[in-house]
């Protein structure tokens, strides 16, 4: 999505180091090139002198060796040697994009893959990489040998060795293959280039034909423009919330709507702020047990409303200041610091004005933002995205783990693709926020380099967040986070003992593809920040579980209420349409115009009513099937598992919706990210 990228430079060292190393190897395979090409000259074979010169010219003109591996790939060549010499280019430049490819370098690929009349120039380099990367404490020069992994194989789980599945993998590797610029390093957040048929969809497949027309003749309806301020509230579409106007319904939109993951305990540092912006004389009031100050900070916003801030529209980055009341369960506003962009500087306590209004719309729009671009886009779809990739590329399709994960991601990829094709770019860059193209990749990009993997595993985060004691009462999300993260983690554990159960003698945690997986999400291409280095099955349980977590209720819960909380543009405004010069006296008039203009809230709603549309059965967290996947192995203890599953997700389920009342669909936040 992102414009920025990650260097694919190895991941020992500091970054100078990295360099160094970097320039000793490129500089170690010019020197091969050329005494290669002086061996074919000297033998007169003519085709792979010029093959290897090709190579050369690609070499040094490209300055990324990953670019270089792959245009040497394509190239191909004409001769038996040049062939092989580009393969084998390929693999060794692979050294920077995972540690465990320099072991397969060293133990296999030099037999297999180097011209025999070459061996002593291919056995030197060896010996080269080795000096190059010995201290760095990423190999051993020696061969790693009984490397094994997990099988299945009619219905049953067994042990294998890596050769017996290396082709499966390198072919999923070649199918799944990192986007990148020009210079061969991986966009960020890391995603698919091109997606494969199996995993392509048609777009009528994801989202109802109804919705999408619809949507389609509000895209075409807003490349017209933005068309005209409205001048009363019943020019927007949409059912309004009868409470729309109260605090109370702005204060649940932060804690039951799609983005309730922004409330936090109030940080000294946003309580200076705030006391700052307010009238002098007038400060928060103190954080105590019985009531405790949380807040939702939008700062992520700053840098980018900066950016904007001299435009109509605009999008500020405001802080709401939340108390919680413990002897009546329930929150109440208390403040609201404008901006901290400094368009609107100050901060107000909650009154009855219409600066109170626009304050709400300040937090409104800035949430919409930080909702739809991060914790919707970037942290459900994308994170989810390159866990995917890991899965792909690492675990074959025949791995037990590659099974338990797939069902839930069968759809991501033409998702994903779709939202970086149309969604960011036509229809919320420019039009739904005042954002454009570049700001929302460097948003998204800031979001997804700003998070940290584990710590947002369920228990830490509400924990973390002070919201691990809050009631179901006040806050819902709580609960039902609990209850589905408990559940998939005992899904999970199952799943992870049974495996180990195979061969007591074999470690879970030795399986080679288990480790070259876990390896890309921690320090690989496809690093996640904060993805934690997982070494015992009890961490590899955790880590899986968020992974399915994060793919159903996570995502559910940020997804399938959209149309209820954001779909009428006063509930929810992408933005602040015409922004006030001052925040004295504003008329009703002003809060209209602060809107975004009808025909933009039009094309919103469309937008948010065809995303919500509940999933197909078959795809929900209770009724989704293993061999719904199109890549599907059977697993018969996998099967059992996931009915054991789904039975007690059933009964707790309707115990939980007893609890939360009306006040959310527990049905609902029991969706896959299939959609």
């Known amino acids: 999505m992102a414009t920025r990228t990650r260097s694919n430079s190895g991941s020992g060292g500091g970054r100078p180091a990295k360099l160094r190393k970097k320039r000793d190897l490129a500089a170690e395979l010019k020197e ?11 033998e007169k074979d003519e085709a792979t002198e010029k093959d290897l010169g090709i190579f ?19 190239l191909g060549g004409q001769s038996k040697a040049a062939k092989k010499y580009g393969e084998f280019m390929g693999h060794y430049t692979a050294v920077y994009m995972h540690p465990k490819e320099i072991q397969k370098f060293v133990k296999k690929d030099i037999a297999k893959l180097m011209p025999v009349a070459h061996e002593s120039i291919f056995s030197g380099m060896r010996d080269r990489v080795s000096s190059i990367f010995g201290g760095m404490g990423l190999f051993s020069s020696s061969p790693i040998s009984g490397e094994k992994t997990l099988n299945l194989k009619n219905g049953d789980v067994s042990w294998v060795s890596q050769g017996e599945i290396e082709d499966d993998i390198d072919h999923q590797q070649e199918m799944y293959e990192y986007k990148r610029d020009s210079s061969g390093n991986v966009l960020i957040p890391p995603h698919l280039e091109d997606i ?41 579409v949409g059912e309004p919330n009868p409470d729309l106007d109260d605090d ?23 309580r200076a702020l705030v006391d700052a912006g307010l009238p002098q004389g007038v400060t928060l009031p103190p954080s105590t047990p019985a009531e405790p100050l949380y807040m939702c900070d939008y700062s992520i916003l700053t840098k980018h409303s900066k950016d904007v801030q001299f435009k109509e529209d605009y999008v500020p980055a405001p802080i709401l200041v939340l108390k919680y009341i413990r002897t009546e369960a329930k929150f109440e506003s208390v403040a609201v610091l404008f901006d901290q962009a400094n368009r609107y500087p100050g901060a107000m ?16 729009s800035a949430d919409w933002n930080c909702h739809e671009l991060g914790s919707h886009l970037t942290l459900c779809h994308l994170v989810s995205e390159v866990v995917l990739m890991a899965t792909y590329r690492h675990l074959p399709q025949t791995h037990p783990l590659f099974q338990l994960l797939l069902p839930h991601f069968l759809k991501t990829l033409p998702l994903n693709a779709d939202a970086r094709k149309v969604l960011v770019p036509k229809v919320i860059a420019t039009k739904l926020t005042a954002f454009d193209l570049v700001h929302c990749q460097e948003f ?62 074999t470690s879970l945690m030795s399986d080679v593809c ?24 009890s961490g590899l349980t955790d880590a899986l579980t968020m992974m399915i977590y994060t793919a159903s209720h996570q995502h559910s819960a940020v997804n399938y209420f959209q149309e209820q909380f954001l779909s009428y543009t006063p509930q929810a405004p992408s933005k602040i349409g015409i922004a006030p010069a001052s925040l004295a006296n504003l008329s009703d008039d002003d809060i209209l115009r602060a809107y975004p203009t009808p025909r933009m809230a039009s094309l919103s ?24 996947s199109p890549h599907y192995e059977k697993w018969d203890a996998g099967e059992q598992m996931k009915k054991r599953m789904q039975a007690t997700l059933e009964t707790k389920l309707k115990a939980a919706q007893e609890s939360v009342a009306a006040m959310v669909n527990t049905k609902v936040l029991a969706q896959s990210v299939l959609i």
């Open 349 to 364: 306590l909650p009154d009855k004005s219409n600066k109170w209004e626009f304050a709400k719309i300040c937090v409104r």
């Open 444 to 505: 998204i990009e800031a979001v997804f380099n700003g998070w940290n993997f584990e710590n947002h595993y369920v228990p830490t985060d509400l924990k973390n967040r002070g919201c691990d004691s809050l009631p179901t009462k006040a806050y819902p999300f709580g609960t039902t986070s609990s209850l589905l993260w408990d559940i998939i983690h005992e899904y999970v554990s199952n799943a992870v003992s049974t495996l180990e159960s195979v061969d007591r003698s």
């Open 32 to 42: 091969c090139n050329l005494r290669e090409m002086k061996q074919a000259h000297d």
């Open 514 to 537: 288990i480790q070259n997986f876990l390896n890309e999400l921690y320090q690989g291409e496809g690093k996640i920040p904060g993805f934690p280095k997982v070494t015992t099955t």
């Open 56 to 74: 050369l010219d690609v070499s040094e003109t490209s300055g990324d060796l990953a670019t270089v591996a792959k245009k040497m790939r394509k």
């Open 196 to 236: 494969p048929w199996d995993d392509s969809l048609i777009i009528t497949s994801i989202f109802a034909l109804p919705k999408l027309a619809l949507t389609g003749i509000q895209l075409a309806i807003s490349a017209l423009g933005q068309g005209r301020p409205a001048k009363s509230i019943e020019d927007f």
């Open 248 to 270: 109370v319904y702005f204060v649940e939109q932060r804690l039951q709507g799609v983005n309730p993951c922004a409330i936090t305990l109030l940080t000294p540092e946003a």
């Open 605 to 628: 709603a469309a937008v948010l009513d065809m995303l919500s549309d509940p999933p197909a059965e078959e795809t929900q967290l209770e009724q989704f099937q293993f061999k719904n």
